[in-house]
């Protein structure tokens, strides 16, 4: 546990009032491409009017691309690298939640490279190459709290002819600076808070239980884990609770750290796999569904009890010695949150596709089962599909 790399060069701006200081810093460039999604979200809260006042004191120039969809798409992301080279921008500035944070990895790629985008995923399909040019630069603007991706150089694309959903970066495409400002996740609908925060506190849990858990990572995953079982029903219960706001905002952001220093685990690829084939499941949603039986099958061998038990004690069991504790606590938060009732069955999901989502997990994101705390077979997966299924 003592082994681990660090690599993060990003300069993190986190914090109530933070999006107008940007202008205080020093930009990659003097032309960006402004990436934001289709809706209008990021008008509504109010980003964006702060993001254009702190380019305009800061003399860049910018081309607004607003193109991003709830799960990205591969075309998108070709798209907006077409414009930011046709319109000589030097850097990207992403503006809004996982999707447009999580695209600017791959349209960062696209601004300076030739052919097409899965040329260079690995995975799946992919072609496995190494882009050959260096990407733009990437400036993050956070709206939302799940990902962690204002943080780290990944993206989850998909690519709808072949049910592809996967998770592709390049270390060049850590951001420059992340700008974490939870003045502006207010607006974020309860149900999405949920979804979101149940990402991150996901990615911190399967970090607990990964192979390459080391002693940074875990206590980062801890603190993370702790400030979202406190304040994440806060922050459903009440969107304007600015405190709530800011601690889920923070355990979110770190997880991007803890991602970097550890790898999740076999639990993201399967929801990969799940909302590559049924495109209406929100990430989150895909993940609650599946979280508790991913978790008992590792109880079950009691492979990870300690860092089961370690978990629970930051969840409202503060001396626990049961890591069946660690069950019970997340099932209680779910239901604090509203989202103990979500059913594979309303989002078209059969009993008989199960094989086949386990099998795609694994041909998508097969590294992320090397993380399992004990060997997973197609048989495994599917059986935890299976005993989640509503």
């Not at 911190?204 to 239980?209: K, L, S």
């Not at 999740?264 to 495109?279: G, V």
């Not at 089961?308 to 069946?324: T, Y």
């Not at 041909?363 to 997973?376: I, K």
Request: hydrophobic share 40%; with cysteine.
């Amino acid at each position: 546990m003592m082994n681990f790399v660090f690599d993060n060069p990003t300069k993190l701006l986190f914090g109530v009032g933070k999006l107008k200081e940007l202008h205080n810093e020093v930009m990659p460039g003097r032309k960006a491409l402004l990436l934001t999604s289709k809706g209008s979200s990021y008008k509504r809260n109010g980003s964006y009017d702060a993001l254009i006042k702190e380019l305009e004191m800061l003399g860049i120039s910018y081309v607004h691309c607003p193109n991003v969809e709830e799960n990205p798409l591969k075309e998108n992301c070709e798209e907006a690298g077409r414009i930011a080279k046709e319109n000589g921008c030097d850097f990207i500035v992403a503006l809004g939640g996982g999707a447009v944070l999580d695209s600017s990895v791959p349209v960062s790629i696209m601004a300076t490279n030739t052919g097409d985008l899965w040329d260079y995923v690995f995975g799946g399909t992919g072609k496995c190459q190494v882009a050959s040019n260096m990407p733009l630069p990437i400036v993050t603007i956070a709206t939302s709290s799940g990902t962690g991706s204002e943080m780290n150089e990944w993206g989850v694309i998909s690519k709808v002819d072949t049910n592809e959903k996967i998770g592709m970066g390049d270390r060049r495409c850590k951001p420059v600076i992340a700008v974490v400002d939870p003045t502006y996740m207010v607006t974020v609908p309860s149900k999405y808070t949920a979804y979101q925060g149940f990402d991150a506190l996901f990615h911190n849990t399967e970090v607990m239980m990964s192979t390459s858990l080391n002693i940074m990572s875990e206590a980062l995953a801890l603190s993370c884990i702790e400030n979202i079982y406190k304040y994440l029903p806060r922050a459903v219960a009440n969107g304007n609770d600015l405190e709530a706001r800011e601690h889920v905002a923070y355990a979110s952001t770190m997880a991007g750290i803890t991602m970097q220093l550890t790898s999740t685990t076999a639990q993201h690829s399967m929801e990969h796999a799940m909302s590559a084939y049924h495109r209406g499941l929100p990430h989150g949603a895909g993940l609650i569904m599946i979280s508790k039986e991913f978790a008992q099958f590792f109880l079950d061998k009691h492979v990870i009890d300690d860092r089961l038990i370690k978990m629970a004690r930051v969840m409202g069991f503060p001396n626990s010695n049961n890591p069946q504790d660690f069950i019970t606590a997340l099932l209680k938060l779910q239901k604090d949150c509203g989202v103990d009732d979500l059913k594979m069955s309303d989002y078209g999901f059969s009993r008989d596709e199960f094989m086949t989502l386990a099998k795609a997990a694994r041909s998508l994101q097969g590294g992320l089962f090397a993380a399992n705390p004990v060997e997973t077979s197609d048989e495994d997966i599917a059986g935890i599909l299976e005993k989640s299924y509503k």
